[in-house]
């Protein structure tokens, strides 16, 4: 039962490189979350997916874009990584979006320098 | 719109003492209000939620949290610490009608002393 698997766990980028960030789900759920962790900020939403086929901004999407591919999957982009962009990305799924329980992948550790 | 504030960033328990951890949050009406634990280098976990009812909710691992409306609290306890309860604990508040609302706190990272 893997739940919800983020690919890659580590990752260096350069300023100006780009790169996706990948996550799948396997539990049928319709609601997909990319959330960036910084240290004394807690998580913070940078995009979500109500459900297959729509994406919305969070609370901080500058400088990212998403790819709901289908219901499994959701991808985030860093066009042209910059340092501030250095954080743990988290992608989690819910059931549905009233307030269902998150499901947390494992975390992706990104630095820029 | 919804915030919720954890104080305190650390704490430290000797293993079999009581844990308390605070979460105060500000919103208009009822919130939904829930607990995560993240262990090291993991993603978070869902400890318990409240959304109607009784105030106080059960969870996993022993843990349980009491919903105060007169004190906008939601507070986390747990009668006895066990050294894998060592984490950080995150306290969220949901508002409105969608997930995406759902705010987090800055965490409180729990120390757990022999």
């Known amino acids: 039962n893997a739940g919800v698997t983020q690919t890659p766990k580590f990752q260096v980028l350069k300023t100006g490189q780009s790169m996706t960030l990948q996550c799948a789900q396997d539990?049928?759920?319709?609601?997909m979350y990319w959330y960036r962790q910084d240290p004394g900020m807690g998580l913070r939403l940078i995009y979500y997916?109500?459900?297959?086929?729509?994406?919305d901004k969070g609370e901080v999407p500058n400088g990212y874009n998403v790819s709901r591919l289908n219901k499994r999957e959701f991808s985030l982009r860093l066009e042209s990584a910059a340092p501030s962009q250095t954080s743990v990305y988290f992608c989690?799924?819910?059931?549905?979006?009233?307030?269902?329980?998150?499901?947390f992948g494992n975390g992706t550790r990104l630095t820029v320098t | 719109a919804q915030s919720v504030t954890q104080p305190d960033i650390h704490i430290t328990v000797s293993e079999g003492a009581s844990l308390e951890l605070r979460c105060n949050y500000s919103?208009?009406?009822?919130?939904?209000l829930f607990w995560y634990v993240q262990s090291p280098g993991q993603g978070l976990q869902l400890l318990l939620k409240?959304?109607?009812?009784?105030?106080l909710v059960q969870g996993i691992k022993g843990f349980e949290a009491e919903f105060k409306r007169s004190q906008s609290s939601f507070n986390l306890r747990k009668p006895s610490v066990h050294w894998s309860d060592a984490a950080e604990y995150f306290c969220?508040?949901?508002?409105?009608?969608?997930?995406?609302?759902?705010?987090f706190g800055t965490g409180t990272r729990l120390l757990v002393s022999p």
């Open positions: 919103y208009g009406a009822t919130p939904y």
């Open positions: 539990m049928n759920h319709n609601s």
């Open positions: 969220a508040v949901g508002a409105g009608t969608g997930f995406q609302k759902l705010v």
């Open positions: 409240y959304f109607s009812g009784d105030t």
């Open positions: 989690a799924s819910s059931e549905s979006w009233d307030n269902s329980p998150l499901h």
């Open positions: 997916s109500a459900s297959e086929g729509t994406t």
